[in-house]
C-alpha cells in the first residue's frame, strides 16, 4: 500500500514538476522573445553622407543603400563638432561640446567629466550586456565604465606592443610596416606623448591584394560575427557598439574595392577654391594629411594646391575604402538576419562628421562648412516603417532616441531631442535650427591666433560666427568675422555673403537664433 501510495504521489509530482518545466519552458521563451530590444551601433569613421541612398549614383555601397530600404534614412544630421573626439564625445554623453568641454582631439571625456553617464553605460541599467569593438570614443579609449566588454580586438592585432595604437593605424605590406616603426621610434625617442602613439604615419593610401580579412576592419569583423553568436544566447538584451576605421586615412582597402572604379572616370568637385570674401581662420590646415608620406610639405589651402593627379588617387582610396566598409557593413546585417534578431534589433549607421575631398581646396574635415558637418544617420526599428525625412537633426539627438526606441529613462539633462516621432511620420514639423562649433587653436591658424567658431543651420541658411577664446577661461571674447550662405542659391557654400544689404535682416535672426542656442528650437 506504502508503494502504491508512494509511487502515485511520485506520478503526481512528475506530472506536476513536468506541467511546472513546461511553463518554465514557454515563460524563458516569451521573455526572451518579449525582452527589450538589442541595439547594434554602427560607427564608420569619417564617413560622410556621400552614399548611394544620400543621392551619390557613382560610389559603391550596395549594402549599406539595402539596409536603408527597411530604415529611416535622416537627409540632415549634422555633428556638434566636425573632429572626431569632440563628435564622438558630444554624441556618447548627451552634451554639446561647451558643456562637456571637449572641443579638439586631445581632450579625454571621461576625464574631463568623470561622473558623466554614456549611452552604453545607461544602457546597463536597465540590463543590458554592453560590448565595444573598435572605434567608439576617439583613439585608444575603451572605457571599461561604459562597457562589459569594452576592447575586444583581432587577435594579431592585440599584442602588448600594440595596444595604443588605432585600427587604421596598420597596413598589409611588411615593407611598410617596418618604415613605419622605424620613424614611429625615431618620433616617440624625441616626444614620448606624441599624437596617438606615433603610429599616424606611412604612405596615405595602400591597395594590396589580399582577402578582407587581411586588414583591420575585415579581421575585426569576424569576430563582430562571432560575437552575435554568443550575444543570441545570452539572457539579457545586448548594446553591441561596432566601429569601423575606414575611410579614415591612410585609405587601405583590398584591391577588389580600389577595382570597382575607373580613377579617371571619378569626378572631381568643381568647388576647389576657398569660399569667397571666407575669413581667415575659417578652413583647416589640412594637418591631418600632412603627416603621411610625400605631404608634409602642403600647406594652408589658401597657399597651396593638391597635384592633379595626387587628388584623383586621394579620392579614388576614400571611396574603395567606403565600399571596403560597406561590404563589412553587409556581411554583418546578414548575420543578424541568419541569426533571426533583426525583429528584434535597432540599428544605426552614423559617421561621426564629413570630409573634404578637394571642395574648397581643401582636405580631411575641421571646419564648420556644412561639407564637414553634415552626417550620415540611418536608423532601422522594430514597429517603424523607414522612409526618408528632410527634418534637420543632430548627432546629439542619437541618445535620446535610443532611449526612446528601446522604452527605457531618458535623462533630464541630455541636450538633444529624440528623433523616433520622424520614424513615424517624416514629414513632421520639426525643429528650426542645429548647431556646430570648431574650436581653432594657433598652431593651425594662419595668424597664429585662437577661435571657436559657432555654426547654425536652418533648413536654407548656414550663419558661422568666429569669436576670440580665452583658453584659461573656456569663454568666447568678441566677434572677429561673420560667414553666411544661402543654401537656396549656393548650396556649396562658396560665396559669403555677411554683410550684403539683401541680407541684413536673415543675417540678424539668425545671429538671435544662434544666440538663443538648442534649447530655443526644441521641436514640440
Not at 62 to 75: K, L, W
Not at 246 to 259: E, G, I, T
Request: aromatic content about 10%; proline content about 6%.
Amino acid at each position: 500500500m506504502r508503494n502504491a501510495t508512494t509511487h502515485a504521489i511520485g506520478g503526481i509530482f512528475l506530472i506536476l514538476f513536468s506541467i511546472g518545466c513546461g511553463e518554465s519552458v514557454k515563460k524563458t521563451e516569451v521573455q526572451k522573445t518579449n525582452k527589450k530590444p538589442n541595439i547594434l551601433f554602427i560607427s564608420i569613421d569619417d564617413l560622410r553622407p556621400d552614399i548611394g541612398c544620400y543621392g551619390n549614383t557613382e560610389i559603391k555601397t550596395p549594402r549599406i543603400d539595402e539596409f536603408a530600404n527597411s530604415a529611416t534614412v535622416f537627409q540632415r544630421t549634422y555633428c556638434q563638432a566636425a573632429v572626431c573626439a569632440p563628435s564622438r564625445a558630444s554624441l556618447m554623453t548627451g552634451l554639446r561640446p561647451d558643456s562637456n568641454h571637449v572641443w579638439h582631439l586631445g581632450d579625454k571625456f571621461r576625464e574631463l567629466n568623470p561622473d558623466v553617464v554614456t549611452i552604453p553605460q545607461h544602457f546597463k541599467k536597465f540590463g543590458y550586456h554592453t560590448v565595444n569593438m573598435g572605434k567608439i570614443f576617439h583613439n585608444y579609449m575603451p572605457d571599461s565604465v561604459s562597457f562589459d566588454e569594452p576592447d575586444i580586438r583581432p587577435s594579431r592585432y592585440n599584442k602588448p606592443e600594440m595596444r595604443k595604437r588605432d585600427g587604421e593605424t596598420f597596413y598589409v605590406d611588411p615593407k611598410i610596416q617596418k618604415k613605419q616603426k622605424h620613424k614611429r621610434d625615431s618620433l616617440i625617442a624625441l616626444r614620448p606623448n606624441y599624437y596617438a602613439d606615433g603610429w599616424n604615419n606611412g604612405p596615405a593610401w595602400e591597395m594590396p591584394d589580399v582577402h578582407d580579412t587581411m586588414c583591420y576592419d575585415g579581421a575585426q569583423n569576424v569576430l563582430a560575427i562571432k560575437k552575435l553568436k554568443e550575444l543570441k544566447e545570452r539572457d539579457e538584451p545586448f548594446f553591441f557598439a561596432l566601429g569601423y576605421f575606414r575611410p579614415h586615412l591612410p585609405f587601405v582597402a583590398p584591391k577588389k574595392y580600389w577595382d570597382l572604379y575607373d580613377r579617371e572616370k571619378i569626378v572631381m568637385p568643381e568647388n576647389s577654391y576657398l569660399p569667397e570674401n571666407s575669413p581667415v581662420m575659417a578652413m583647416n590646415l589640412t594637418y591631418e594629411l600632412r603627416g603621411y608620406d610625400n605631404f608634409r610639405h602642403i600647406k594652408h589651402p589658401s597657399e597651396y594646391q593638391l597635384n592633379p593627379d595626387t587628388a584623383r588617387i586621394l579620392k579614388h582610396g576614400y571611396y574603395a575604402s567606403v565600399s571596403y566598409v560597406d561590404a563589412l557593413v553587409g556581411d554583418v546585417l546578414d548575420e543578424l538576419k541568419r541569426l533571426n534578431m533583426d525583429d528584434n534589433t535597432i540599428v544605426i549607421i552614423w559617421g561621426d562628421h564629413g570630409w573634404k575631398l578637394g571642395e574648397h581646396n581643401s582636405w580631411c574635415k575641421q571646419t564648420n562648412y556644412h561639407i564637414d558637418t553634415q552626417v550620415p544617420m540611418i536608423i532601422r526599428a522594430p514597429g517603424k516603417d523607414g522612409g526618408k525625412t528632410m527634418a534637420l537633426t543632430e548627432l546629439i539627438d542619437i541618445y535620446p532616441t535610443l532611449c526612446d526606441l528601446a522604452g527605457i529613462e531618458t535623462l533630464d539633462y541630455m541636450q538633444g531631442n529624440s528623433v523616433a516621432p520622424l520614424m513615424d511620420n517624416p514629414n513632421k514639423e520639426w525643429k528650426e535650427a542645429v548647431f556646430s562649433q570648431f574650436h581653432r587653436r594657433p598652431k593651425v591658424s594662419p595668424d597664429g591666433k585662437r577661435y571657436m567658431g559657432y555654426s547654425v543651420q536652418t533648413k536654407d541658411m548656414h550663419l558661422i560666427e568666429w569669436r576670440t577664446w580665452d583658453l584659461e577661461t573656456t569663454q568666447p571674447g568678441e566677434v572677429i568675422a561673420i560667414e553666411l550662405y544661402d543654401h537656396k542659391t549656393d548650396p556649396d557654400e562658396n560665396i559669403n555673403i555677411a554683410g550684403f544689404e539683401e541680407y541684413k535682416t536673415e543675417e540678424a535672426k539668425l545671429i538671435q537664433l544662434l544666440r538663443d542656442g538648442w534649447k530655443g528650437v526644441r521641436p514640440n
